[in-house]
């Protein structure tokens, strides 16, 4: 995890942060989710918590 957080998620802000893309979303007054972006949210902790869930299955089974 800590890796794809260095290699993805901190040259992406350093980008956002050179581009003035962060400007841009910090003087937005507050995030306004319609109803795709809640849908979104909502799939996107489904699908998060399928894949725990695989990952805790194979790690149960391998320790038998």
């Known amino acids: 995890m800590a890796g794809f957080?260095?290699?993805?998620?901190?040259?992406?802000?350093?980008?956002a942060e050179e581009s003035g893309v962060a400007d841009v979303v910090r003087k937005k007054k507050g995030i306004s989710l319609g109803f795709g972006g809640?849908?979104?949210?909502?799939?996107?902790?489904?699908?998060?918590?399928i894949i725990v869930?695989?990952?805790?299955?194979?790690?149960?089974?391998?320790?038998?």
């Open 5 to 15: 957080l260095a290699t993805v998620l901190v040259p992406a802000a350093a980008w």
């Open 38 to 49: 809640v849908f979104g949210l909502i799939c996107c902790l489904v699908v998060v918590a």
């Open 53 to 64: 869930g695989a990952v805790f299955l194979v790690m149960r089974s391998r320790k038998k």
